[in-house]
Structures are given as structure tokens and as C-alpha cells.
């Protein structure tokens, strides 16, 4: 499977951009782990064109995480044509465009999934955004926009006919939000459309390597791309992985200690937060919501390390 001259070989897994999670200290994580490809946090077009500091920060990304894309939303044509030209000089492999993020702050606004209620401005942004870089420029969407437009069979040949070089799809419509389940049937009916000729990328309710085997099985996609399961164990990415709690801890505080060095202190264990909230490794411990409220309230470096090696203690009991 290849993206321009990118090549991934069989079966890869891609990291999902996703707001406040990935982060490059996280990306490095998953990359480490078996992340065939990740992705920055989504950037709005227009703060990059307005160069707001915050949003040029996520442009920043290091050779050891390569191959990555960085992925841009936004509605105005020529807003987002600038924000590619300006996030091709942080080199990327990979330009995405998001037309699939479905929270209010964005899709009600008519960026993200907000485009799927305007079929021919989606096509002219991806048309020109392909004209304007030298590098591949790639689409993640979604089934359509509710449960009576599901277009995305016809919507993908029309993407591929304005040049993207890849297209990941989340089997899920902008009205479903998160809920329901993913409907990969529509993913599979694009990937085996005899007129595809890009790489198709599957999203939606990967938990495991299992289950992207199946969907690789079941549905022939060219990549899986995992998202919310990501959330504090960044060695989902791993084959046959056979890590201990304490070695799975060690990892989550190598996580903070990387996006405080990338960052600074505070910054960096708001970062590090929402992993710690979702990671699966603190199950066993009974009674455990005391400890997380403490965890979520910690404010320096020292003293949530020292959360962290007291849950050591209570697993490795």
C-alpha cells in the first residue's frame, strides 16, 4: 500500500489526528509501538493564515515520527489553499484534509462534516488544495451527513477525480456523532468499487489488532485507522503485546515527561491527562475514582509521577 511514494506494506495502522490527544510526544509513542503512519492534531485554516501561535505550534514535527501528515480544516477556498502552502514548509509527508470532524464548533460552522452538506465546496477546496502543494494531499470524511444522505460511494470517485492520493473513511455519519456502531459495509463497498483506484482507509470502532485484522479481512481496506482506543496505551500499535503494568506505567510517564520537555510543565500534564483518564491500565484497582479525581488535580510533574508509582504499587501487589 502506498500514498504517493510513500510505502506502508501490508496491513499497516494509522494513528487518527485527534484535537488534544495527538500530540508529538504521544505520535512518538505510537510510532514506536507499530503506527505505520500518525497525524497532528487538526488545524484550523484559518489560524494558520492569521499565524495564531498556538496553531503554528502543531506544525512542529520530528524526523523520528516520519511518515506524518498534518491535517488542516476549514470552509473558505482560499483560506485553505494559504494553510497548505504554509503547512507544506513544516514538511510533512502528508497533507489531510478534514471533512469529517463532527463537533458543533466545527461541522455547525460548515468545515469538517460540515462539508457534507456542501458537496461542490468540498470538491473545490480539495481541487485547489491539490494544485497549489507538491505533496500527497489526502481526504478523511465520513458516510454523509445523516442516515438519508449516504453518499459516500459516490462521493469518493469524486474526490478521487480532484487528485488525493488517499481517502479514510469513518463509518459513521456526521449526525451519529460517536454513537451507534461504525458501518464498515459502505467502507468495503467503496474499497471494492472497481473504478477506486486510491488507497482506502478504514475508521471506526478498532479496539485491537484483532479487530483491524478482521476489517483488513472482511472488507480489503488498504490501511486501518485507529482512534479513540489509542487513549493512554499507545502500544495498541503492537503485535502480540506482551508489556507488564509496570512497563505499561513507565510508558505513560515517559509520555508526560516527553510533552514537558516539548512544552512546558503545565502544558504538558494537561496533555498527558485525558490519557491517563482513558488508559486501561488502572482497572484493577478497586475503588479507583478517589485516586483519578487526584490524578486529574495533580499540578507539577513530581507530584503525578508519584500518583502514578503509587497505582504501580497497588497493581503489582
Not at 23 to 28: K, S
Not at 141 to 159: P, Y
Request: one cysteine or more.
Amino acid at each position: 500500500m502506498n500514498i504517493g511514494n510513500i510505502s506502508f506494506g501490508e496491513r499497516p495502522l494509522f494513528l487518527a489526528p485527534m484535537e488534544d490527544v495527538t500530540d508529538i510526544g504521544f505520535r512518538l509513542l505510537c510510532k514506536r509501538f507499530g503506527a505505520a503512519m500518525v497525524y497532528t492534531e487538526f488545524v484550523s485554516a484559518e489560524a494558520l493564515v492569521r499565524s495564531v501561535k498556538s496553531t503554528m505550534q502543531k506544525l512542529t514535527i520530528s524526523d523520528e515520527e516520519r511518515p506524518v501528515g498534518i491535517q488542516i480544516y476549514g470552509r473558505d477556498i482560499d483560506a485553505m489553499v494559504e494553510a497548505a502552502r504554509i503547512v507544506e514548509t513544516a514538511n510533512p509527508d502528508v497533507i489531510d484534509l478534514n471533512f469529517g470532524c463532527p463537533v458543533k464548533k466545527v461541522a455547525g460552522k460548515g468545515a469538517g462534516a460540515g462539508m457534507l452538506r456542501n458537496i461542490p465546496l468540498m470538491l473545490d477546496i480539495t481541487r485547489e488544495v491539490v494544485k497549489a502543494v507538491s505533496v500527497p494531499v489526502t481526504v478523511k470524511t465520513r458516510l454523509g451527513w445523516d442516515s438519508e444522505s449516504l453518499i459516500i460511494q459516490d462521493l469518493a470517485l469524486r474526490l478521487q477525480d480532484c487528485g488525493i492520493s488517499a481517502l479514510t473513511i469513518h463509518g459513521r455519519t456526521r449526525s451519529q456523532m460517536y454513537t451507534g456502531q461504525a458501518d464498515w459495509s459502505l467502507i468495503g463497498a467503496v474499497k471494492n468499487d472497481q473504478r477506486i483506484h486510491i488507497p482506502i482507509i478504514g475508521n471506526g470502532d478498532i479496539q485491537s489488532i484483532a479487530a483491524a485484522d478482521t476489517a483488513f479481512e472482511r472488507y480489503g481496506v488498504d490501511a486501518v485507522m485507529i482512534g479513540r482506543a489509542t487513549f493512554g496505551q499507545p502500544w495498541i500499535f503492537q503485535r502480540d503485546c506482551q508489556l507488564t503494568i509496570g512497563e505499561k506505567i513507565d510508558i505513560l510517564k515517559e509520555q508526560l515527561r516527553i510533552n514537558i520537555e516539548r512544552i512546558d510543565e503545565y502544558r504538558g500534564i494537561l496533555h498527558t491527562r485525558r490519557h491517563l483518564a482513558a488508559t486501561p491500565v488502572f482497572k484493577g484497582i478497586p475503588n479507583f475514582r478517589p485516586t483519578r479525581i487526584e490524578m486529574l488535580r495533580a499540578e507539577t510533574e513530581q507530584e503525578l509521577v508519584a500518583i502514578l508509582d503509587r497505582c504501580r504499587a497497588m497493581l503489582e501487589v
